[in-house]
DNA sequence: TTGCGTAAAGTTATCGATAACATAATGCTG
DNA sequence: CAGCATTATGTTATCGATAACTTTACGCAA
């Protein structure tokens, strides 16, 4: 018989749940007491908590938090919606906020919403059924009407990530985009660039890049400088998204001397078309990323890019959840600190 | 007043919430009418349904979903535990788990062991502690024996993700460690490289990686080579560790013509470290990684690497989960396909 | 017209815990 | 030693839903 047709027959004669009743009968004691003991309040004797935890103890006693959570109308699931699991960038705000809450004995419930209004009302509605203790939602998303009578029907804090420079629920964390858009600017200014280009995609969905860029045009318009966009709505937002655009691009603007590209991903792919074009970058063309992605990855990277301090944007919302659920004062929000990284002239890989 | 003071008035008078006995009362009828009407099921005349939803949608009717849960013994929730959330690798896989799941209405709870099998046993315990419709695993990783006693205690299905080679629980999905590792010791006889080396980290942690390790040695010393193996336990599985691995490595073996890595991050280090040593890649000496990650970002790559499906793990996972939630038969495990990827020799970016 | 099956709605018990209050036993003060 | 605070434990009601059964009303065949 192999582990698992042994495995299997377990499963189907599945052991019965062990409830508070139980344990109590066992210790000799009601259920309240067998709950104190385990939540570790009210007065109880040392000779009765002794029992209670062997009898628990012996009966592979396990609380059910459904009951416990309904009944005390105290949660400590905390809904989490982001764009996408598998970007690197929300899976650091992620792993920022879980690191924060478990030590408290919060669980993270997750969403992914890939930037769809619609799903992400879903994901509200369902997250809301379960009573959450808070509510983290990405901050640079259209809301859907329903999405936002359901967020004024909640009864628990909402707090915004990745994005700090508007904000309707009870806290923010994440860097303000326009402040990003200007720092590109600067960073072209401070070169004596004037021949300045976008390149992004998706932005109709992503409402932080889309803001990025309008500061980094506005930037560039005060100091007469005009912007070209190389933008496309249907492709993903990736490598070889940046590599087609930037030969687009090129090929129509051939003056361009500096780009920015909505993400490090995408500004990789332009690297390497500009690379093979034999236009070396910075000397003939200057490219500038965003997010720092680019660096946890590589050892020694040319590309030049803004870092934004992911994780801590994950515990800093995190932190506060944890107190507005105890009620204590605190600010509106929370300013990322953007860093502007030179990428050195090293050979990449 | 600020948008943010007015919505924190908004949240400190919090919108009490509506149950289904408030709707029941507002539609004239009964609370299981209504439980009736909005699950589908019973009959129930179309001009009392009417009237229900009606109710419903004028009080902003918001299910309890622990209420419903506890009461019907049926979850919509799926305990996903990953070593990491923030490694692509992990969070791939829990993509395709959504992607599979939320179409059934199931939730998905997911918890970050950081390869601590305690934390691991606390994770395990929280999770059942909600009921679960399905927990999935990780495979790779030591098991306490706090965690296989929980497990013992299931009521659940159980599933393991990420190896396929042996399975104490319901079902596994995932690659062969035993394959890739063969795979890679073939990849290196077909070359006729015989002046092999592996670098890895954290192996004491990850008994996958430590798997195809093991896998690679045994098909070297059945072809009478031996393997030059250096690791570290207390570096990360970066690109860093990669590149200083591989110096160590190199000073110390300079005859090594074939270097497999514990995964593309660690490689792409090995890369970096090579081409500045002046050791082509793959003229002098041969490289091969283990993931596909490196492809995803990338445009093209030197790294010739093991890709594996990781976002249909996921799905395998949760297709399997819902059969067995189903009572379904099905087979006891889903053996992902491995596939060597050559890195072409353009540059990589 | 009787009897029975079905549709449509309601009643009661329960899920597994916790809150809030009640009670019993103890200790301590004046 | 009465009286009261404190400690230790138990009782009852409740959280918000669903399962399982019951009741009522109606239509139609014999």
Known sequence: ????????????????????????????????????????????????????????????????????????????????????????????????????????????????????????ADLIRAMLSFQPAGLLLNGGMARSADAEALLARRNCPAIQLWDCDRNALDFSAGPSHEEAGRLVAKH???????????????????????????????????ADIDLVSVTCEDKPRQAVTGRFLTEQLMRMHPEIDGIHFLNDAMAL??????????????????VVGFNGTSLANAVRTRLTTIDVPRTEIGEKAAQALLRMTKAEPMPDFWQARLEMVQGNTTLAI
């Open 1 to 120: 018989m192999s582990i698992q047709e042994r495995e299997k027959i377990v499963a189907s004669e599945r052991p019965k749940t062990v409830t508070l009743a139980e344990v109590a009968a066992k210790a000799g004691v009601s259920k309240m007491t067998v709950s104190k003991v385990l939540r570790e309040v009210g007065n109880i004797s040392e000779e009765t908590r002794q029992r209670v935890r062997q009898a628990a103890q012996e009966l592979g006693y396990l609380p059910n938090s459904l009951a416990g959570t309904l009944s005390s109308r105290r949660s400590r699931i905390v809904a989490v919606i982001i764009p996408s699991i598998s970007d690197i960038v929300y899976a650091e705000v992620l792993s920022g906020v879980n690191a924060m809450l478990r030590p408290s004995g919060f669980q993270t419930f997750i969403g992914e919403s890939q930037f769809d209004p619609t799903v992400e």
């Open 269 to 286: 792919g332009g690297l390497s078309y500009l690379h093979q074009a034999g236009l070396p970058v910075p000397e003939r063309i200057s």
């Open 188 to 222: 072209f200014f401070d070169r004596g660039l004037r021949r300045i280009a976008y390149v992004g995609a998706e932005l109709d969905k992503d409402l932080n890049a889309r803001r990025r860029h309008i500061a980094l045009k506005s930037s560039l318009v005060a």
